[in-house]
């Protein structure tokens, strides 16, 4: 067959067969549309599906057809993260500074404290570790993604259940949006390559200079225009951030974090967001799923998700509930506020991406990380679902 009909064969199966099992089996309350895709993914992954029928998987899933495909995941996450990076309303967490420092901080901290304990544990054992990586890179990677929240993730389920305008929802948002400045931060520190330390600050200097004259020139274009225009503006950035040795997904981010939140519709960018998420995304799913490996045994790798999921949902409900000590919340906020924000989804597997790409983290290190956000994200929505109706009936 030829490679566009393999692709196509590729394509259709990535779209069917995540959607069928996710109507016909209903899973929406424990696993909404983008697990049941992350899963699919796995399955189709060389661990499961090229392990039991190698012939069937060689044959689909030539170096041709993966080199497309990636193509296309590289894209549609690029512009997953860089609308991430829109999502970021600066001047709201300034106004309300205190709450959504302290919150971040404890929300970020906490986990990342656990995350590096259960790394270090880890790193007693040989086979988790990738061949670049040094021990805290690698220790402060896991840890890292530990204390993710997805936030792009997030805004889908606020809206699913009735709580994204409200004003819990946005104070929820803001704690997220602080915390993801600090996680791509984090990771442009841990893919720093100190040989290339001039490119990389040469990179920084004019991507200031650029985005002072990008929010200059932004009010003047017209409206209709202005995605188009963010759209150029994230190429230049991916592309410069990779050419300095930093990964073109920290460029992404930052190119969405510098524009103002407001000079985008937020109906763009909400059609904008919906429409990758329908579009590109299954593609990467499936890229991240060839990616999963079980060199050091399954039982090993699920050993170790669990570890990883125990640091990261108790980190991140720890440092929840102090928060919600320190600023006198309502009962149940820290346990429902708690819950949102340690799904994991789809900015870690990103995350984990890129510590796979750079060597920090091994093949099965990933293939954990990865069920361990697939559980965590699983666990969000029926734990949510019977705190927010506890919150809603309980005395303010």
Same mark, same amino acid.
């Given at each position: 067959?030829? #490679?566009?009909?393999?692709?196509? @064969? *590729? /394509?259709? @199966? @990535?779209?069917?067969? $995540?959607?069928?099992?996710? !109507?016909?089996?209903? #899973?929406?309350?424990y696993a909404p549309l983008v697990v049941v895709q992350i899963g699919a993914g796995i399955l189709l992954g060389p661990g499961v599906l090229g392990a039991q029928f190698p012939q069937v998987y060689q044959a689909i899933f030539t170096p041709s057809v993966l080199g497309s495909l990636n193509g296309l995941a590289w894209w549609g996450v690029m512009l997953f993260v860089w609308i991430a990076g829109l999502e970021l309303d600066l001047v709201q967490a300034w106004t309300h500074r205190r709450e959504s420092v302290i919150t971040a901080a404890l929300a970020l901290g906490s986990p990342l404290v656990l995350g590096c304990v259960a790394a270090y544990a880890m790193v007693l054992e040989p086979g988790w570790m990738g061949p670049t990586a040094t021990q805290w890179q690698f220790v402060l990677g896991v840890a890292m993604s530990c204390a993710v929240t997805a936030l792009p993730i997030l805004v889908l389920f606020l809206e699913k259940l009735h709580i994204l305008r409200t004003d819990l929802g946005q104070r929820i948002l803001r704690y997220a949006s602080l915390d993801d400045i600090l996680i791509w931060? =984090?990771?442009?520190?841990?893919?720093?390559?100190?040989?290339?330390?001039?490119?990389? /600050?040469?990179?920084?200097? /004019?991507?200031?200079?650029?985005?002072?004259?990008? +929010?200059? @020139?932004? $009010? !003047?274009? $017209?409206? !209709?225009? +202005?995605?188009?225009?963010?759209? =150029?503006?994230?190429?230049?950035?991916?592309?410069? *951030?990779? =050419?300095?040795?930093?990964?073109?997904? =920290?460029?992404a981010f930052l190119a969405g974090v510098v524009i103002d939140a407001h000079a985008i519709d937020q109906a763009q960018r909400d059609a904008l967001r919906n429409n990758v998420l329908l579009l590109m995304m299954p593609v990467f799913f499936l890229s991240t799923g060839l990616r999963t490996q079980w060199g050091l045994g399954g039982s090993a790798v699920f050993v170790a998700a669990a570890w990883l999921l125990l640091a990261a949902v108790s980190g991140k409900l720890l440092g929840v509930h102090l928060a919600g000590r320190i600023l006198g919340w309502k009962r149940g906020e820290a346990s429902l506020i708690g819950w949102l924000l340690q799904t994991k989804a789809l900015i870690m597997i990103i995350f984990c991406n890129i510590l796979l790409d750079k060597g920090i983290i091994s093949n099965d290190a990933f293939t954990a990380l990865l069920l361990m956000a697939l559980a965590s994200t699983m666990l969000t929505v029926p734990v949510v679902n019977r705190n927010l109706r506890q919150y809603l009936g309980s005395p303010g």
């Open positions: 067959m030829s #490679t566009s009909e393999l692709f196509l @064969i *590729a /394509l259709l @199966i @990535i779209f069917s067969l $995540p959607y069928l099992v996710w !109507r016909l089996a209903d #899973t929406d309350n931060g =984090v990771l442009a520190l841990i893919l720093m390559d100190y040989q290339r330390a001039g490119l990389q /600050l040469v990179f920084l200097l /004019l991507f200031v200079l650029l985005s002072w004259c990008l +929010r200059a @020139i932004m $009010p !003047r274009v $017209p409206v !209709r225009d +202005r995605l188009y225009l963010g759209l =150029v503006w994230l190429a230049l950035c991916a592309l410069a *951030a990779d =050419v300095a040795g930093l990964h073109f997904m =920290v460029g």
